[in-house]
């Protein structure tokens, strides 16, 4: 039987490695996280612009079919978030290629005055209930998915991402981007 010492050693030593590796499974940025390959679920949330919900417009996944999209979680009380939201308006600007669509999660009135104070026309639906959010295990944001033309992820990013991790994100789903 182990003294003392040697038990109070080994249960931090257990300690600590379990630690590190709660650390080492959180997502960060960039990382992919494993639904690739999947068929997006999907969903059908009221739009929601500058001046709040618009419960005429549903939009979600299956409407986009037939270009790549990139379907990026967000939310105004997010700093990671808002801090990538001027790429998101441009890359949302792009045209053709490919589409985007934001799903916020915060209350509508707080979405609808970040997006009139900031002046962002990128299109958002408004996920009040979480319904999207569960329907494909987005349990923390910014999170975004590239979906191909045919619903197929083959990006899942947890966090914050770059110009360049998006731009390869809609190669992989099958846009031309410069």
Known sequence: MPGPRARWVLATGLVLAALLAAIGLRPSAHQVTGKEGEIVADFALPRITATGVDDETVDGPANHRGKPLLLHFWAPSCGPCREELPLWQEFAQHGAEFTVLTVAGDDSEDVAAYLADHHLTLPVVWD???????????????????????????RDLAGAQTRETLQAALVAAGAGVR
Do not use: K, Y
């Open 128 to 154: 009040e209930d979480g319904a999207a959010h569960r329907a494909l295990n987005v349990w923390g944001i910014p999170h975004t998915f590239a979906i191909t033309r045919a619903g197929a992820i083959v």
